[in-house]
Structure formats: structure tokens, C-alpha cells
């Protein structure tokens, strides 16, 4: 049975113990696509069994790719590559669900196939901006066809041939830039990408892995000369636990009194990171230990207590760092002393929804004081929220999980409609909130 009302209240006491968050979200996707074109077999430790994660897995297999699952949880699995040119046009649409970013890389694979294919998702799927990753697959070759010029799923594609692109993008965008990288593998010549400001660079860590060289110049822009092949890695992939799940905890434990949290093996990728220094610059307590490196992933434990935290202006340099946390980082805010000030955000409302207006209706409705702007936000900090409310969670995982941190300060309890999709993502989070003491359960009908 799938679950879509999540009831959050006040936390009971204080939140404490040790956890280890599930995998990382954006390398599960990665390691997948790159283990399915190499030739060989690759092991992948780590995986996030979420329903996004998931997509992608069942994208491959339709395409003639074999995996095999280590364990009964879906976190182990074996992946038995075709090759760059190995793959099998699928007998029916490739279906991403609700998982944007497996949306938009898998246009990169798909462009350099020499068959034609159809990708799709879910209605919020549907309704997010494409037109960012057909325009410069276009320009490498492939032929995109689909709603309002290939601007929304489904799009239909029809690749191979392809030829290298110097690529400026309009926005710092890892979607983007892994789409065109990913479509660089199968063309002739250097493939370049420019960005204005740089994104997260899981691509660039974990092509080398596989054999194929990255090149990144001292102003940024990032180089890729088609090896022609990528090969299985003889070691296992090992992939750290997700930075954005662990947020939602390291969140909870520093707005709950007398909250002390130990969170294990966090990526501390510069590029994924910028979460943590906004909530340092709010003067929250996270100390990191026992820092090390997982493939070319750096990773932490991060020891978390509760903190008075304070309002601040975020550092421009911060937003695409972070883009992904913003949810709940208003949280913190709405609990927090003093104004909270957020620009050039204008990404967060092209999410799995419009991340700024889902989060300033919720939190307003339990009484936060926050003022939407077009590019970002404005949160005055208040000391508590107000619960015997109903949130909409617009069917966005982060909104849901942000909001039940939130109820964490209320005076009562939340109800947050809309809420299944935390599978696509964490489909632990009840259980692992329940566990170090958050007041969270899914509605029993």
C-alpha cells in the first residue's frame, strides 16, 4: 500500500542516537548509466532503492542491459554493461516517473542511440522545463520531438552521428552539464561545457572511474575527448550516503532542545555542501569527524547538536551548492532569530514543484511570516509554529519532508497531504525519524 498523509507533531524530546542516510540520490543515477554503457561488469555498494533510482535501473534493463540485485534491500547490484553501442531500443516508452534528473541525462544516453525512443514520467514529471537539455542535444545531432518543441515529456528522440559542441549553459545546471557530457561520449571531436557559476560534479568524479578522461581549464570550463569505450571499474563503486537526506535530520536535531545527533559518511563534496555553510553561517552546531574519501566522494560524519540558530543572507556562492535543501533551510529560517534573505533562487521553482511558493504557503499557514520574491524568499524568524493545520505537499518529496521537520516545533500536530512521493527518494525517512525521536507517521486508513 502506498502511502500519501504523513502526520507530524511536536517532537516529544529531545532527538538523539546515530544513523547512516541512505545513498546518494544523484551518483546512484550516475553509477547506473555509466556501469550499463562500459564494457564489463561493474559492482555498485550504496545504491538508493528509491522509486527515481529505480526508473533508471528499469530504463536499462528495457534496453537489453542485465542486473543483478545483491540483497533484498536494493542497495547492492551488479550490472552487466553493453558498451557505449550495446544498448536495445526499448519495446515501449522509457517511463523516468517522478526522477527529473534521470529525466534529463538519460536525453544525453538516448541522443546517441541509433534507434528511436520515447521518454516519460509522472504528471509532475510532465510539467517540468525539458527545453534546457533538447536544445544542445539538438545541436549535437539527435532529433527531439515532443510537446511545445520538446519543452515537456514525452519526447520522442532519434540520435546517433553525433558531433562535439562548445556548450555555454544559460543557467549552473548539473543536469545540463551531465546531459551534454553524457552526449559527448558518443561524438566525434571535444565536447565543452561552460557554466556561470560552477555545479555539482559527481559526472566529472566518476567518468575517470570508468576510463574516460575529464579535463576541467582554470576558468572552469569543463572538457571531454570521447575514450570511444568505457570500461567496468575492477572495484566496486562504493557510493556515500545522501548530503540532502541527511539535511533533514541535521535540520530537526538543531531547532529540537537538547537534540545530539551523530549522522555517518556523509558526501562533503564541495558542490553538494552548501547546505552546511548556510546552517553554519546560522550558527547551527555541526562539527565533522572521521573525514575521508569514498571513490573521489570526500566524506564525514557530521556530530549535530541543537543551536539558537540566526537569521542571515545567503552567499550567492552557496544557492547551486544547496538548491536541493532550500526546503527545509527555510525551515531552519522560519524557527530562527532574526530576517533570512534568499536571491537568485529563481531554480527552486522548477523543482518537482515551485519550491518557494509550496514552502511560503505551508509554513505560512502555521503561522511563519515569510514573503515570496521571484528569485528567492524573505523569512522573519518566529519561535515556534502553529499545528492543527492540513499542507498540501504538492507531491513533492522534499516539501513533505521539510514540513514534517517543521512540525517538529509546532504547538500540534501537522497533517501534510500529498506525501507519497518521499519514496522516490527516502523511502526510509519515517522509520529512521521514529527511531532517533522525531514525531512522524504515516496516517492509518
Not at 68 to 92: F, Q, Y
Not at 338 to 359: H, P, Y
Request: net charge negative; hydrophobic share 45%; aromatic share 4%.
Amino acid at each position: 500500500m502506498k502511502h500519501n498523509v504523513l502526520i507530524a507533531g511536536p517532537a516529544a524530546g529531545q532527538l538523539s542516537g546515530d544513523l547512516t542516510p541512505p545513498g546518494d540520490k544523484s551518483m546512484s543515477h550516475r553509477a547506473v548509466m555509466l556501469a550499463a554503457l562500459a564494457d564489463g561488469v561493474s559492482e555498485i555498494h550504496g545504491f538508493l532503492p528509491g522509486e527515481d533510482n529505480l526508473s533508471t535501473a528499469e530504463m536499462f534493463a528495457q534496453m537489453g542491459v542485465k542486473i543483478d540485485w545483491l540483497n533484498a534491500e536494493k542497495t547492492s547490484l551488479r550490472i552487466h554493461g553493453v558498451g557505449l553501442h550495446g544498448l536495445r531500443g526499448p519495446e515501449k516508452d522509457l517511463d523516468a516517473g517522478n526522477a527529473g534528473t534521470c529525466a534529463r541525462l538519460m536525453m544525453g544516453v538516448l541522443a546517441g542511440q541509433p534507434f528511436t525512443s520515447t521518454l516519460t514520467g509522472d504528471a509532475s514529471l510532465r510539467s517540468r522545463p525539458m527545453q534546457r537539455v533538447s536544445e544542445p542535444v539538438r545541436r549535437m545531432g539527435a532529433v527531439v520531438e515532443g510537446k511545445d518543441g520538446g519543452n515537456f515529456l514525452p519526447i520522442t528522440i532519434r540520435g546517433g552521428h553525433l558531433h562535439s559542441i562548445d556548450y555555454v549553459s544559460p543557467v549552473a545546471s548539473a543536469q545540463i552539464k551531465s546531459c551534454v557530457l553524457l552526449a559527448g561520449l558518443f561524438a566525434s571531436g571535444e565536447t565543452t561545457v561552460r557554466e556561470p557559476r560552477p555545479s555539482r560534479d559527481h559526472s566529472e568524479r566518476m567518468l575517470p572511474l570508468f576510463g574516460q578522461p575529464v579535463g576541467i581549464d582554470a576558468d572552469g570550463t569543463i572538457r571531454l575527448q570521447p575514450m570511444q569505450r568505457l570500461i567496468a571499474p575492477a572495484a566496486p563503486i562504493r557510493i556515500p550516503a545522501d548530503p540532502s537526506s541527511a539535511a533533514f535530520f541535521a535540520v530537526a536535531a538543531s531547532l529540537v532542545a537538547d537534540a545530539d545527533l551523530l549522522i555517518h559518511d556523509i558526501g562533503i563534496n564541495p558542490r553538494r555542501d552548501g547546505w552546511r555553510h548556510i546552517l553554519a553561517d546560522m550558527q547551527a552546531d555541526i562539527r565533522l569527524l572521521d573525514e575521508k574519501r569514498v571513490g573521489d566522494e570526500p566524506v564525514a560524519d557530521f556530530a549535530i547538536r541543537s543551536a539558537a540558530l540566526r537569521g542571515m543572507q545567503v552567499n550567492p556562492a552557496n544557492v547551486p551548492d544547496a538548491i536541493d535543501e532550500f526546503p527545509v533551510l527555510f525551515v531552519a529560517a522560519a524557527l530562527a532569530n532574526g530576517t533570512f534573505l534568499l536571491q537568485g533562487a529563481e531554480e527552486l521553482r522548477v523543482k518537482e514543484s515551485d519550491r518557494i511558493s509550496a514552502m511560503a504557503n505551508a509554513l505560512n499557514a502555521c503561522g511563519a511570516h515569510i514573503e515570496e520574491r521571484p528569485d528567492g524568499i524573505r523569512i522573519d524568524g518566529c519561535g515556534s509554529l502553529q499545528g492543527g493545520v492540513e499542507i498540501d505537499a504538492k507531491g513533492d518529496h522534499r516539501i513533505a519532508m521539510a514540513m514534517a521537520v517543521a512540525a517538529q516545533r509546532a504547538d500540534s500536530d501537522i497533517r501534510i497531504c500529498n506525501a507519497a512521493a518521499i519514496a522516490t527518494s527516502f523511502p526510509d525517512f519515517v522509520s529512521i525519524a521514529q527511531r532517533i525521536g522525531m514525531n512522524v507517521h504515516w496516517e492509518t486508513l
